[in-house]
């Protein structure tokens, strides 16, 4: 697995699901947002806990896990 230091994992913090620097707030939800338009900057204002980084790490580990190859039977 990459380094990603700003993404963690804990089951008692969203049933263990990959969230940023330990918060309530999973990767998956910062990907859905920019998936949907929401712009960096926007995400910011809604939730004033993250960082630029946190997204930015956030999206790296959503990349990381999409880059698996595929082979096909």
Not at 23 to 49: C, F, H, Q, W
Request: net charge negative; charged share 25%.
């Amino acid at each position: 697995m990459e380094n990603f230091k700003r993404i963690t994992f804990s089951p008692n913090i969203m049933g263990g699901k990959a969230c940023v620097r330990s918060m309530r707030i999973p990767v998956s939800l910062i990907v859905n947002l920019i998936a949907n338009g929401m712009t960096t900057e926007e995400i910011l204002k809604e939730y004033p806990d993250l960082e630029p980084e946190d997204i930015q790490e956030s999206l790296r580990y959503a990349a990381w896990l999409t880059s698996e190859d595929v082979h096909s039977p």
